[in-house]
């Protein structure tokens, strides 16, 4: 595994790769870099014949407090960097869906944008009782695209995910566990500890019927593809627009956005 510069790995368990998004000083914000490798690393994951399974988690106490605004701005600014960020944005999802290593995720405190896409992907996602699951894009003034499209309506319903996506109403862990949105709730103590005993398992059953059988549920997401595409392009063409500058700066302001 090559070394990355915003994610941590290391070996916590016989084939079981553990992934930390690490910015701690910004409750695993995702910058530029961060978001590169989020969508680069599963690709050398499902090469590594040493992997057998994968933990993914936040330093500290969060699991990622969304995109560093810092890029949100650039994106706005630049069209080089919005069409960069929109091919890792539909490669985090599609490499996450295509890793045939089972991908375990452990939330904790704040998830939000890209570091949610990922735990919500994962094959099997454990949710501290207090962890804050939000998609917060409309409250950004942008489409709801890096993920919600492809994943909300198959695992809460339809209704549930208009509810929370359009008005990014926040979800706690248990509120989560209850609407079929995450595998399993557990105490805020014991997230990462039942990650990895669940990746564990994981790496010690037949590699092969695992496998298959992600890829084989999978394909009721990629059904979805054509869905997820079209809210990534409206997410980024609203990137574009006049909502996402009152987005922002209410966001660094501290305030609700005022969109008239």
């Known amino acids: 595994m090559k070394n990355y510069e915003k994610l941590k790995t290391d070996w916590v368990a016989d084939g079981v790769l553990r992934i930390v998004i690490s910015e701690p000083r910004r409750l695993n914000a995702v910058d530029m870099t961060g978001h590169r490798e989020l969508a680069e690393i599963w690709r050398d994951v ?5 992997v057998r399974a994968v933990v993914i988690r936040g330093e500290g106490e969060a699991f990622s407090a969304g995109g560093d ?73 942008v489409a709801a695209g890096d993920h919600a499209a492809i994943i909300w309506p198959l695992l809460c319903g339809l209704a549930k995910a208009k509810y929370h996506l359009l008005l990014c109403e926040p979800v706690t862990g248990e509120q989560a566990e209850a609407m079929g949105l995450v595998s399993l709730c557990v105490d805020d103590d014991q997230v990462h500890d039942k990650a990895v005993e669940v990746a564990t398992r994981l790496a010690g059953g037949s590699a092969d019927a695992i496998r298959l059988t992600k890829y084989a549920l999978n394909n009721w997401l990629r059904l979805a593809g ?3 595409d079209a809210s990534l392009a409206m997410e980024f063409l609203n990137f574009t627009g006049p909502d996402v500058v009152e987005g922002v700066r209410a966001v660094r302001e501290k305030r609700p956005p005022n969109f008239g």
């Open 69 to 141: 605004l810092s890029m949100i701005e650039e994106m706005m600014r630049d069209h080089g960097t919005r069409m960069r960020v929109f091919t890792e944005a539909r490669d985090i999802v599609y490499n996450v869906l295509n890793c045939s290593k089972p991908v375990v995720s452990a939330i904790q405190g704040p998830a939000v944008g890209a570091g949610l896409a990922v735990a919500l992907l994962a094959d099997i996602s454990i949710a501290g009782r207090t962890a804050r699951i939000i998609d917060g894009h409309t409250r950004l003034g």
């Open 226 to 228: 054509p869905s997820f």
């Open 46 to 50: 499902d090469r590594d014949d040493e």
